[in-house]
T-cell receptor, first 115, second 114 residues
């Protein structure tokens, strides 16, 4: 089955700086790569996703890049703000919605924005 | 608020017992997913139902079972509970597994087995 590795496990950045979280996956058939943000006491919330037919997608301060050849994808957050502090999860699956194996998640990155 | 409702929010029970977690998906969503989140295993996919039928099965133990009812709500049954079953259990929903629509997660049910 799919295996998703996520780094780093903890990331501390100064407010206003950029943050980058990286993930690698093992299943070359994976085609859907969402990123979820989980705040304390809440469920994961989708913040951005990318499909394998594009290499980059941007939504305001958040962007995701995908390199299918290398089987890795990254989340970029620019101009970080205190409310960006949370745990971020990457995930991969063969199709949107998870398909036969569901979404396979990385272990998460605890992003800390220092004031 | 994602629109996915889970009950109970917190549950403490003893080893060997059985519990039922309940999920109401977002209005109109046909697919329901169950995930387990623990510190050592992270977010693990357990099972998926689509319009009442089991569609995909992940790392779900034989002691666990789930179902989706005609009104589309779902229940996750956990039996013969062990200390290691203590975790946060999430329900998620989407319109359909193939439509590409977003998977929305509920706030979770925190299970503590003592």
């Amino acid at each position: 089955g799919e295996n998703v590795e996520q780094h780093p496990s903890t990331l501390s950045v100064q407010e206003g700086d950029s943050a980058v979280i990286k993930c690698t996956y093992s299943d070359s058939a994976s085609n859907y790569f969402p990123w979820y943000k989980q705040e304390l006491g809440k469920g994961p919330q989708l913040i951005i996703d990318i499909r394998s037919n594009v290499g980059e997608k941007k939504d305001q301060r958040i962007a995701v890049t995908l390199n299918k050849t290398a089987k890795h994808f990254s989340l970029h957050i620019t101009e970080t703000q205190p409310e960006d502090s949370a745990v971020y999860f990457c995930a991969a699956s063969r199709e949107p919605g998870g398909g036969a194996d569901g979404l396979t998640f990385g272990k998460g990155t605890h992003l800390i924005i220092q004031p | 608020d994602s629109g996915v409702t889970q009950t109970p929010k917190h549950l403490i029970t003893a080893t060997g017992q059985r519990v039922t977690l309940r999920c109401s998906p977002r209005s109109g969503d046909l697919s329901v997913y169950w995930y387990q989140q623990s510190l050592d295993q992270g977010l693990q996919f357990l099972i998926q139902y689509y319009n009442g039928e089991e569609r995909a099965k992940g790392n779900i133990l034989e002691r666990f079972s789930a179902q989706q009812f005609p009104d589309l709500h779902s229940e996750l049954n956990l039996s013969s509970l062990e200390l290691g079953d203590s975790a946060l259990y999430f329900c998620a929903s989407s319109v359909s597994a193939r439509s590409g629509n977003t998977i929305y997660f509920g706030e979770g049910s925190w299970l503590t087995v003592v």
